[in-house]
């Protein structure tokens, strides 16, 4: 079945830098991948997604590149700040129609 | 809207016990989803019903049962709590199709003895 890796588990960077997840996926029918972000205490948000018919995404500091023939996608926060700290989970849909998350990111902004 | 609703937000379960978990959206979505959340492991799909009167295993249901009651509820139940199943469960909804976002509920944290 799918399986999805996500790294690095823990990322800390400077307030106003960038900051970079990667993921790697098994399924090559996979053609969906989202980005969920998770505040301390709540449930998963969607903060992106792209589909596998585009190589790149942006939204406002939110970007997400894919590139199906290494099978795997990435999350760019730029000019990062103190909201952005959070745990993010990148997934992907599989042949069997489910959603299957990373592991997840820890991302702390230092001041 | 209030969204996703769980309930309880918390409970403490002695090994053997039972309880069901609550959920209910008012967002008219057809599939609804449980998850459970362990450090380390990311969200792992307990069950899901992708339509009301159906339901599915995901990838981990074993210790688990679910009830779809009708369009806005989805209940969890552990009939024989164990130490294994203490974690953070998660119940979301959607449109119909995986294509489509998935809402979160706040979660239940379940500890069992």
């Known amino acids: 079945g799918e399986n999805v890796e996500q790294h690095p588990s823990t990322l800390s960077v400077q307030e106003g830098d960038s900051a970079v997840i990667k993921c790697t996926y098994s399924?090559?029918?996979?053609?969906?991948f989202p980005w969920y972000k998770q505040e301390l205490g709540k449930g998963p948000q969607l903060i992106i997604d792209?589909?596998?018919?585009?190589g790149e995404k942006k939204d406002q500091r939110i970007a997400v590149t894919l590139n199906k023939t290494a099978k795997h996608f990435s999350l760019h926060i730029t000019e990062t700040q103190p909201e952005d700290s959070a745990v993010y989970f990148c997934?992907?849909?599989?042949?069997?129609?489910?959603?299957?998350f990373g592991k997840g990111t820890r991302l702390h902004i230092l001041p | 809207n209030a969204g996703v609703t769980q309930t309880p937000k918390f409970q403490v379960l002695k090994t053997g016990q039972s309880m069901t978990l609550q959920c209910a959206q008012d967002?008219?979505?057809?599939?609804m989803y449980w998850y459970r959340q362990d450090p380390g492991m990311g969200l792992r799909l307990i069950y899901y019903?992708?339509?009301?009167?159906?339901?599915d295993k995901g990838e981990v249901p074993n210790g688990y049962n679910v009830s779809r009651l009708n369009k806005r509820e989805f209940s969890l139940r552990l009939e024989s709590a164990a130490p294994s199943q203490t974690s953070v469960y998660f119940c979301?909804?959607?449109?119909?199709?995986?294509?489509?976002?998935?809402?979160f509920g706040p979660g239940t944290r379940l500890t069992v003895l």
């Open positions: 019903s992708a339509s009301e009167g159906t339901t």
């Open positions: 399924d090559s029918a996979s053609n969906y």
């Open positions: 997934a992907a849909r599989n042949r069997d129609d489910k959603i299957i």
């Open positions: 979301a909804s959607s449109l119909a199709g995986s294509y489509n976002e998935q809402f």
């Open positions: 792209i589909r596998s018919n585009v």
């Open positions: 967002m008219n979505h057809n599939s």
